[in-house]
């Protein structure tokens, strides 16, 4: 804030008009350099009517409010699996409880299986040319041709006596009708029936499903999404019955789970939630050693050996085995099932808990499986429960399922196979990878509940962090490049019309994987790395996970939620991030070196000559500067009293040049080509080959968003400047971030590095 006091006691009018005069002058130039720009694309100003305005439900801070509720949702389930016509039949019982302070008089219920029925949503609305020599598999794909009758069949909705109940199906929600409204603090009871055709993976695509192995004849069924379950109904919407298309996922509410599984008598099952009829289901051999790796820490212990799970492929058993699984608070339930599977586990202690971290893999999956799955499923969580809490339940699993990663709480079913024994590094990273991953899924979204069919990016892009994060910690050797600010440049600087912003809902999205998960992650390491720093970052992320665990969180109270744990503002960077498809191109326009003059000068320096210290006036040989013309000059002058106003004391002068008198300045000129503000990160070399890195926030741009000026000062000499030497930062252009430029690269040059 500038004050103007142009007053005096014993009033001096031309005095004091000309001291107005000047202090005007001088604000108005200030404000002419300040904001003289033809487009101001307010990238600072506050997300302000982006948020939704806060309540007793869901505050300011980010954290949920002394009203906040959430509704539950109990089960008890029996399913069973017809291995020889790969049907699925079961019937579920649901307490429903109304924690809301509304008046209910329907629920919706999710059938994701509606997905692959008929004349469903996604087949009517799939898009694209016929293209020449397009494989059968594909073209039978996007035809939606393959001869299979999906779907659910209903075959009764009844309350808790009995009697049928009014419901009505449209495409993936059924809507049940209550017989009595329903009022806060109510729970009402009933159940479905149903059964649906189980669909071979390698012809459909899906999350749930079977895989089938020619050369033994059997079945491995990893089923998800496989029962009707309840949609989410919240303060922020009311009930998300968003039609489910396919890509955008899952909305859920918690509740505790008693499911009995039935299957083939030599099937190995594996499930979310704690096998509670082990001593029945199991050999007593398998018991003890499923004891035994509830207290070994160090390496897996097989409770079915490969083996023994060769054996177990061929036999055929006539009759059947009920697994009993109970969870508690988990948001989902699915299992896997298969005469083939190895099984192996170990403990891992955390502070607080020791979860038991197992695997099951057909033994088409080793050697790679049994050296790295259950190794995989512990080292994620280790360093995700640093990052966030103590994993909480009692199991986590990792089924291996060709071409495929998906999660569920406790349970997902991940892809890695050796091909003719042979284990790449690829295979590696891959197999690691989609573990690492999926296994993480449990932290986001499976305990920090958030809506996947309308916010991807908050379980999918806070996962993907912390993947890079745990192979940055755990696997220093793999590829560490997805979900950086080095591996987002690509899609960055893309095609605009291709490109949507991180907060649009995944069935608009163009390029999913980056939109959803790549950028989403490199901004946070962005975030982390370059704005807000570790020690504050992992705080301020830390206290987000812990205020939503178990609860359903929004992208407003994530926002609020790391700035209040932070006290650094970042709406200018939600906007650029995940507002915009904006790139950071930052380059150096101009720089010049000054050096101040030793002699007095007058305070219009009038008849001075200096010499030229501009760079851009020779360049160098990317090695070196050539000052041959020596600095620009500049005086400092004795501060004119008009510049004090009313203060009567008064600045040493001459301390002040004597500081500067030796040093060596650098005004350097900053233009943001892309448009996404960004901190600047400027490395300095020195004529003795040392160097200096300068960091400076992303709020220098806030005056002007195209382009900054800054000086520096050093005692000695530079040779070279560098903006973003260790690309923290996404920039899509790193030919303009050096200065002297570097000669650019010819089109066959740029072809050979490539061909490398």
């Not at 009920?322 to 083939?340: E, I, L, P, Y």
């Amino acid at each position: 804030m500038i004050r103007l006091a142009c007053y005096s006691k014993k009033p001096n009018i031309n005095k004091m008009k000309n001291q107005c005069i000047f202090l005007l002058l001088l604000t108005f130039l200030i404000s002419s350099t300040t904001f003289g720009q033809e487009e101001w694309g307010q990238k600072f100003e506050q997300l302000g009517q982006e948020l939704p305005t806060p309540n007793s439900y869901r505050t300011g801070s980010g954290a949920p409010g002394v009203n906040y509720w959430q509704q539950q949702a109990d089960y008890k389930i029996d399913v069973a699996i017809d291995d020889k016509k790969q049907v699925l039949t079961g019937s579920e019982t649901i307490k429903y409880y109304n924690n809301s302070p509304d008046v209910l008089t329907y629920l919706w219920v999710q059938l994701d299986q509606n997905v692959r029925a008929k004349e469903n949503l996604d087949a009517q609305t799939k898009t694209g040319p016929v293209k020449d020599s397009t494989s059968a598999k594909s073209f039978q794909s996007q035809m939606a041709s393959a001869d299979y009758e999906g779907g659910y069949k209903i075959k009764a909705v009844k309350d808790a006596a009995g009697k049928p109940l009014k419901h009505i199906i449209n495409r993936t929600m059924m809507r049940v009708d209550l017989p009595q409204p329903m009022k806060k603090g109510d729970t009402f009871t009933f159940s479905i029936d149903w059964s649906y055709n189980i669909y071979d993976r390698m012809v459909i695509d899906g999350r749930g499903g079977y895989e089938y192995f020619p050369a033994d004849d059997n079945y491995a069924y990893t089923c998800a999404q496989w029962f009707p379950r309840m949609a989410v109904y919240d303060d922020y919407e009311g009930w998300q019955n968003k039609q489910f298309i396919g890509r955008g996922e899952f909305a859920l509410a918690f509740g505790d789970y008693e499911v009995n599984i039935t299957v083939p008598a030599d099937h190995i099952v594996a499930a979310t939630g704690e096998l509670t009829n082990a001593k029945d289901i199991l050999t007593k051999t398998q018991f003890e050693r499923l004891e035994q790796a509830k207290k070994t820490f160090d390496k897996p212990v097989f409770i079915v050996t490969e083996e023994e799970a060769i054996a177990n492929e061929k036999s055929r058993a006539t009759k059947t085995k009920t697994w009993k699984f109970a969870a508690k608070n988990v948001r989902d339930f699915a299992f896997a099932s298969s005469r083939k599977y190895i099984w192996d586990a170990q403990a891992v202690k955390l502070a607080t808990n020791t979860p038991l971290a197992m695997s099951f893999y057909p033994k088409e999956g080793n050697p790679l499986w049994a050296d790295e799955s259950t190794k995989a499923v512990k080292n994620t969580l280790e360093v995700y429960s640093e990052r966030t809490f103590d994993y909480p339940y009692p199991v986590a699993i990792s089924v291996n399922a060709a071409n495929q990663g998906m999660e569920y709480p406790m349970i997902c079913f991940n892809f890695g196979r050796p091909r003719n024994g042979v284990i790449s590094e690829r295979l590696l990273d891959g197999m690691v990878s989609v573990i690492v991953h999926e296994v993480g899924h449990n932290y986001f979204p499976m305990i920090v509940n958030s809506d996947e069919r309308q916010w991807t990016w908050m379980d999918e892009g806070l996962n993907t962090f912390l993947e890079k994060e745990t192979k940055r910690e755990r696997y220093p050797d793999l590829d560490l490049e997805w979900g950086t600010p080095k591996g987002i440049v690509p899609y960055m600087k893309g095609d605009k019309n291709n490109i949507r912003p991180i907060m649009t809902n995944s069935e608009q999205v163009v390029q999913f994987g980056y939109n959803a998960y790549g950028k989403p992650s490199a901004a946070l390491t962005v975030l982390r790395e370059t704005v807000m720093g570790p020690e504050l970052f992992d705080a301020a992320f830390k206290e987000y996970a812990n205020r939503w665990k178990f609860k359903h969180p929004k992208p407003a109270d994530f926002f609020r939620s790391m700035e209040d744990a932070s006290a650094v503002d970042l709406d200018w960077f939600w906007k650029g991030w995940f507002y915009t498809v904006d790139h950071v191109d930052v380059g150096i326009e101009e720089v010049k070196w000054l050096r101040m003059r030793t002699e007095s000068a007058d305070i219009e320096n009038k008849g001075k000559k200096v010499k030229k210290g501009d760079l851009t006036a020779k360049g160098g040989d990317n090695k070196t500067m050539d000052f041959s013309n020596g600095p620009e000059e500049f005086s400092l002058v004795e501060t004119d009293p008009r510049y004090y106003g009313e203060f009567m004391n008064r600045v040493d002068d001459k301390a002040i040049m004597q500081k500067f008198e030796d040093k060596n300045l650098y005004q350097v000129k900053f233009s943001n080509k892309g448009g996404l503000v960004t901190p600047l990160i400027i490395e300095f070399t020195f004529t003795d080959g040392s160097k200096t890195t300068e960091k400076i926030p992303a709020e220098i741009w806030r005056m002007n968003e195209k382009e900054v000026t800054k000086v520096f000062a050093f005692e000695k000499e530079v040779t070279s400047i560098k903006f973003d030497p260790n690309e923290e930062t996404a920039d899509t252009n790193p030919d303009d971030n050096t200065f002297p430029p570097r000669e650019a690269a010819s089109k066959f040059d740029k072809f050979k590095q490539k061909a490398n």
